[in-house]
């Protein structure tokens, strides 16, 4: 028997997986496999696609129909594995509960208009953000997580291995080239992809132009912008693009990048802040969206007078809260000030890396990140 490893997602997913097919993807190695075996009762339920055996049984449907949770593991490696699963599901309902994970974006299977629409319920497992370091991970408190996170990444083996965490972060990012990048499009130029991972790093928190990156690479624009695409799909990088409605003048489009891997960048530990508030951002954006169906989702701000705010969080199309980070300067963003007196009603925050006592200047506060936990209260207020 596994034991429970407790993550954010552990009772939610325990909670879907009694009404209907959960799937659950996320990063390489951020943890959905340990994750996925915790809920368990028998090694014999945890089947890998990547398994000789385990692929012909799960081909052959041949596990057992009424024992506990089946964790189907890395099971979109299978070719068919849309039509395999509406098989199985038209047969035997829920019983016994499957749990599909896969280290590649499942969202288009969600738009199919196919057989299980309505009969799925999907998470994104995150690296660890400062409050689950806290509440899962030992922690002492939320700022010396964040330390911790700025130099190791959230990913968990090097989050409680900090010695390890460059040697763990660049196997992975070889990994994903030499085997996700080349499994999913035979992209034969791996290194030029490479190069662009590392361009990448280079710019995190930064606005990024496909025709200059292409000219970096030694290829065309459009190939940058598939590549891009296909660094998304597989969580090495997350993309943000501008807000811009309603606010005349803000007519920036290029998107900024950062990576799943906050540790990542290679341009500042400015940029590694940055990466991680917007990640941990992210995170709660996703798991709101996907356990209980709102529709947050995280935008930037900059216009072509340079007023700019990292980043903008939204409820459909209307903004919600508003977020500058700073790495130790406490002093009020001309942009952060700019913007909220357009969108008054909007929560606005500077998120500092210093420990500093709360503050509240033209309606914007600004919170030490010890107490960043202020931003997730205001995603839980839902309307």
Known sequence: ???????????????????????????????????????????????????????????????????????????????????????????????????????????????????????????????????EAVEHFGAKDTFEACQKLIRTGGFPEAFLNPNEAARLREDRLQMVVREDIRDLSMISELRGMQLLIDLLRDRVGGTINYSNLASDVGVSAPTIKKWIELLERLFVIFLIHPYSRNIARSIRKEPKVYFYDCAAATNGEGATFENLVGLTLLK?????????????????????????????????????????VKRGDDTLHPGLVYLKKILPTCKAFQIVNARIKRQERLDIQTLSVADIRELRVVLEKRE
């Open 1 to 131: 028997m596994f034991r429970l490893v407790m993550r954010y997602l552990t009772r939610p997913i325990l909670k879907d997986l009694s009404r209907k097919l959960v799937f659950l993807s996320g990063p390489r190695q951020v943890g959905k496999s340990t994750l996925a075996r915790s809920l368990i009762h028998s090694p014999s339920q945890y089947l890998n696609w990547d398994i000789p055996s385990d692929r012909k049984i799960i081909r052959d449907i041949s596990w057992l129909k009424k024992d506990g949770l089946v964790v189907l593991d890395e099971l979109p490696k299978f070719l068919k594995w849309k039509n395999f699963l509406k098989g199985v599901i038209d047969e035997y309902g829920n019983t016994p509960p499957l749990l599909v994970t896969a280290s590649a974006r499942l969202e288009t299977f969600k738009r199919g208009g196919d057989a299980l629409t309505g009969r799925t319920y999907m998470y994104h497992l995150h690296p660890i953000d400062p409050l």
């Open 284 to 324: 709660w954006i996703q798991f709101s969206n996907d356990s209980v169906g709102t529709r947050y989702g995280l935008s930037y701000f900059r216009d072509k007078d340079k007023h700019e705010v990292d980043f903008v969080v939204t409820s459909g199309l209307k903004p919600l809260a508003l977020v500058e």
